[in-house]
């Protein structure tokens, strides 16, 4: 599935990162490695508290990770990435920093939910990991300013999907920008999680 975001122009050079937990370690892309290129042998293994067991040593980014997979036990995945459109979102200075990523499309409701915008910090700084924590697992994605998304799933692929979403939400958001828009109601947002659920 990384090989596929790259192809497609979700993650560029080396930018973006994947982990997934399994049992009791995370599994994530090395340091300034390339999604479409991936060396299996070259997997980062870490414990859940961060001690890196084996491969390459993990993405500086793992504060990012770890603070997900600490306080949303559902989450089985987290992508990050650079995408044009949600990092173009995340340096707007205008949108909600609650709800980021408004409910235009069932869609974004059923596979993303509300996107919290996190203040801008360095990337590879333990202070994301800090900001991540205090959300106290309330939201499953997250924008971090000027930089980009980060998302959770139960799986690789309900990440990987959620995280695409994501980027097609904003994308529209941005191309609507000025124009009039017809957003879901509230009536529609809580049907929609009725139904489908809320991850």
Do not use: W
């Not at 998304?149 to 609507?176: F, H, N």
Request: contains cysteine; charged residues 20%; hydrophobic residues 40%.
């Amino acid at each position: 599935m990384s090989q596929s975001l790259y192809e497609r122009g979700f993650s560029v050079g080396s930018a973006g990162n994947i982990s997934a937990a399994v049992d009791d370690v995370i599994l994530m892309t090395p340091t300034n490695s390339c999604l479409g290129f991936l060396d299996p042998v070259k997997i980062s293994k870490v414990t859940r508290d961060g001690r890196h067991l084996s491969g390459d040593q993990p993405s500086k980014e793992i504060f990012l990770h770890k603070a997900f997979y600490e306080t949303r036990p559902q989450a089985g995945a987290v992508v990050h990435l650079h995408s044009t459109y949600a990092t173009a979102l995340s340096c707007v200075t205008d949108i909600d920093p609650d709800d980021c990523i408004p409910p235009l499309t069932p869609y974004v409701v059923m596979r993303v939910g509300q996107v919290k915008l996190l203040e801008y910090v360095r990337p590879g700084d333990e202070k994301a990991g800090d900001l991540i924590r205090a959300l106290g697992g309330h939201y499953a994605a997250v924008l971090l300013a000027n930089h980009g998304p980060v998302v959770t799933g139960k799986d690789i692929s309900s990440a990987v999907y959620a995280a695409e979403e994501l980027e097609e939400t904003a994308k529209l958001l941005l191309m609507l920008r000025g124009l009039p828009k017809r957003m879901l109601s509230d009536e529609n947002v809580v049907e929609l999680k009725s139904v489908f659920g809320a991850y």
